[in-house]
């Protein structure tokens, strides 16, 4: 049992996938449901088997030692690069979200797809095999690698499955993701030349770095080379604007999986790297930050709230709920970094069911335009109760993950400034406004007779029962999340208290 | 067995069941469910209250721990004490008389199931918010009855019109929310809990009256309370709500969530009493939303206006007495409001049910005769409206205009100010029964109520009048306030003066729109007249001053940024990149002049930087 054996369950499951397409048509999306739920058991058996009776995969906090799983093989030695994986609570948190809205993602294009079926789900199994190493990589080459795999059959799904302007989005989102995590890998290679400095000899190890501690103009400058590329993907303002056009172009599964776990990925990133390696850069960085995380908030939603697509809608609800991410990730303490996980865990589902209904309206209308909705409650009642739902789980309701995740932020980021909270309390105004309109021009409003529009079946029904539930248990019992994130948000916060004493000791 | 979890339990599973069925059950099935499990709550409510009539005993049940990070770990728990009973009393029992109600009302719409789904919920939802233990259960339940009123206030979806009050009522009463929330990042920072009786503890014991803190702490909560109980300046929502059918009006936008925001304060009263400024301020707000909302109502057309600007109006009263720091006064007004005007907007949707969905008054008339059970309803909730005197209104009012002429400094104004407004509420109620039950018959009514809108019509009549005489178990809530009001000698020629008022206002109101005695149609008519109740039609102008100031400029940004202003920067890149693509492309012309010409002149460049140097 190991993580890399996880990993290559989703690849050969692609490759399964591309190649039963020509058994049957129907085929691959049933081998992918099945490789999804196989790596899901897997991951489960794997977890299981650290602790068995009680779910406390965590280990003892107070041995400051977070991590479940750690594995590492040599790859490249002359370079101190190895295959080393492992995983905390963190990581197993937002590896289990990955497959879980692969699932949903699978489901949302399950009628969806006539060309080359199987390309297309090896395709969304790839981005799952990219994502998933990207949380669980601790070699910071082959963190970089998977930060590129992932981006290719991405950029696939939406510039062949895409819609009508699907070449411009996928090379929009190519280049801005490509030309950013160049500045990382810059970042990268200077700091493993900083460790062959100090050191002696090279290495790639997320755990030999962090105690390196570059300070100066030179650890500032590799510092925002990790936030340029974290913050494009996150996205922050103002590096957001690839999010609207890829989102809108993309296939369902695509948006799925964009707004679901890709952007999740850039949250992971200024967690698990760009802060703790650049402690003191990123601290004087951090009024900036979130100075750009508040801009989001308001931005994002005044911005969704003058869209007429439903999708480019979403997406900047999107960029408006990632600024609370960045705000509290930057905030640094307990309430608020635990808020900022809760974030990308509740919006991660919110808006993967906000992009399944906006592709389940425009396979149905075969629009994504608001203005020729309308009233459609009165045809599909069941989509739009679902709709309803999600449109105030993401305004943020108490009860329901994301106010847990807002409230928290807003709470871990008054300690440290009341001011840059109250700004970004404004947003869960502007969350009402857009969420609410959106509303009334898909759903509410006069309906059409003349349309015959089949409601949710059960195949939609069933998805949309697990996200409302999630949601949900999120809001009401966030307990379990927030034990296993817990341990490595206290080791995360005693690297930055304790310096480089404390990173040595760990290793 | 303890029936405390199950009180907000029963609406809640009603509600998540007619959710989940979508309509499928038969009619018969949704009465069951949505009536009786208001029904059965409002049961276990009594079996609670007697108890603890009995015993005095305070209940304080934690179910599970909601969030535990560091030291924040609010509870799903609940508090039982005389407050919170008086409060879950009017919400289930109130509450299960205008389901009983609704059965009727609604008995034709194809929603029925959507109906009762959404009251249940909300029903839930306002039991949470008042049984809550600490402030964030308590603002679940304050954005959960937000929510439900949105959703009920759009409830016929199919108008625009609808929706948009919709949208209004929950963006104008969440900019309050927004205020509440930061209201609770600053106490929980500051003192390190939120729940309430601790909170309420740490907060004497590090806190002295008058303090900065504090201050601040009270007024983000007011700002809170403003926008949910439709209070200067977040008012303007309530009257756009009559939009939701009439029974919703009556439970949420009269009888219980309106008058959260009176809750709140009552509940968190400890820490307002170490904010003797914030008290000013909230008794101010009471007496401008009284006496505006009462001027607003005197020249409204639309029989559920009138009402909306009416309860505006009564919870400035409720205001004006936490502002005095008379808490049981205005808990007190805050029951009585509950009978009487949730009466009154049934007796009103009785009108309207009954002459085919008519909203003007003036298109009434002479129902006296015609709708004896809705006119003798009218009469009795006016009446308690007006606090014409042994009505329960009489008694909550003239507890509250007392305690205002008791404050010292400023009583006597807030006395005259809440004077003028029982006057003026006495005109415009009994201008209402005069327009619409007296005189000439405009439109003849089509059906009369049945039983089930005349027995919660009934009973509640019957609250109206004898609601006075409840002596309301609050003084272990309030204790800490009775010592510091303790009521001087009562003064008689005020009390008279406040019996009196609301009789002249009736007369006034007969000799204006009954015998005609008196004609004003000399002042109407002329231009300041006109004016004058023109700027008072539109509810003196708010809506308009926050259209220019904040819609227009919002939706003017969005219409301005919708094609992504930002994008002009990376577009900027590419065009460069495009520009300097073709310029040098054009450099490879594939004409043998052209690389000659650049050759040579690229040859003597070179030997003259290198005899340059050379030199």
Known sequence: ?507 | MNLIPLIPLLPLCSALLLIATAGKLPNKIVTLMGAGSVGLAALCVASLAQQFLADGQVQQLTLWTWIAVDNFTPAIAFYVDGLTLVMMSVITGVGFLIHLYSLEFMAEDESFSRYFAYMNLFVAAMLILVMADNLLLLYLGWEGVGVCSYLLVGFWYRDPANGKAARKAFVVTRVGDTAMALGLCLLFTELGTLDIQPLMAAANSNWQTGDTLPMIATLLLLGGAVGKSAQLPLHTWLPDAMAGPTPVSALIHAATMVTAGVYLIARTHELFLLAPVTLEVVAWIGLATLLLAAFTALVQHDIKRILAYSTISQIGYMFLALGVSAFSASIFHLMTHAFFKALLFLAAGAVIHCLHHEHNIFRMGGLRTRLPVVFWSFMIGSAALAALPFTSGFYSKDAILLSAWEQPGIGPWLWAGGLLGALLTAIYSFRLVFIVFFGEANTEPDRQPGLKMALPLALLCGLSLVGGWFVLPLDGTFSSALASSGHGEVNHSIEIISIATPLVGLLIAYLLFLGKQVSISRFTDSSLGKRLQDFWFNGWRVDGLYHQLLVRPFSGLARWWRNEPIDLVYNGIVALNQWSHRSLAALQSGELRWYATTMVFGLVLLVAIMLRKAA
């Open chain 1, 1 to 507: 049992m190991s993580l890399s054996t996880l990993l290559l369950i989703l690849l050969a499951g692609g490759l399964v996938a591309w190649f039963s397409e020509r058994i049957n048509k129907d085929l691959p999306r049933w081998v992918s449901l099945a490789t999804i739920v196989l790596a899901l058991l897997y991951l489960l058996a794997m977890v299981n088997g650290l602790e068995v009776g009680s779910f406390s995969v965590v280990p003892d906090p107070t041995s400051g030692d977070s991590w479940l799983i750690h594995s590492r093989q040599e790859w490249i030695p002359r370079f101190g690069i190895s295959f080393e994986l492992a995983m905390d609570g963190l990581s197993l948190l937002l590896v289990v979200l990955t497959l879980l809205l692969g699932v949903i993602a699978v489901a949302a294009s399950w009628v969806e797809i006539d060309f080359k079926p199987g390309l297309f789900q090896a395709n969304i199994l790839w981005t799952l095999a990219g994502v998933s190493g990207v949380f669980l990589a601790m070699d910071l080459f082959l963190f970089f690698l998977f930060w590129e795999v992932m981006l290719i059959p991405m950029y696939l799904l939406i510039a062949i499955w895409g819609h009508e302007n699907k070449a411009y989005a996928a090379m929009k989102f190519f280049i801005f993701t490509q030309v950013s995590g160049l500045l990382m890998l810059l970042s990268i290679m200077l700091l493993a030349w900083k460790g062959h400095e100090v050191t002696g000899s090279y290495s790639f190890s997320y755990f030999d770095l962090l105690g390196l501690q570059v300070e100066g103009r030179l650890g500032y400058a590799m510092m925002l080379g990790f936030f340029v590329a974290f913050t494009v993907k996150l996205p922050a303002f103002p590096f957001h604007t690839w999010l609207p056009d890829a989102h809108t172009q993309a296939p369902t599964a695509g948006s799925v999986l964009l707004a679901g776990i890709l952007l999740k990925t850039g949250a992971y990133g200024l967690l698990r790297f760009a802060i703790p390696l650049f402690p003191e850069a990123s601290m004087s960085f951090a009024p900036v930050a979130m100075g750009l995380g508040a801009a989001g908030v308001i931005y994002g939603a005044i911005l969704a709230f003058a869209q007429t697509d439903f999708k480019r809608l979403v997406a900047y609800s999107s960029v408006s709920h990632m600024g609370f991410v960045l705000l509290g990730l930057y905030a640094w303490n307990s309430l608020a970094l635990q808020g900022a996980v809760m974030q990308m865990v509740a919006h991660g589902v919110s808006t993967a069911a906000l992009f399944m209904l906006a592709g389940a309206l425009q396979h149905r209308l075969h629009t994504r335009n608001m203005e020729a909705m309308g009233g459609l409650w009165h045809n599909m009642p069941r989509m739009g109760a679902c709709a309803m739902f999600f449109a105030i789980a993401s305004l943020g309701l108490p009860g329901l993950g994301n106010f847990v995740a807002e409230f928290l932020i807003l709470l871990g980021l008054f300690k440290v400034s009341p001011w840059m909270t109250a700004i970004a309390a404004l947003g869960l105004i502007t969350a009402a406004i857009y969420s609410l309109w959106m509303m009334q021009l898909t759903f509410q409003g006069k309906p059409d007779d003349s349309r015959d529009l089949k409601d949710f079946g059960l195949r939609e029904m069933t998805a949309m029962a697990g996200m409302v539930i999630a949601l949900i248990w999120l809001g009401l019992y966030p307990q379990p999340v927030l034990e296993l994130a817990q341990p490595v948000l206290d080791s995360l916060q005693n690297l930055l208290d304790t310096g480089p004493k404390f990173a040595g000791a760990a290793l």
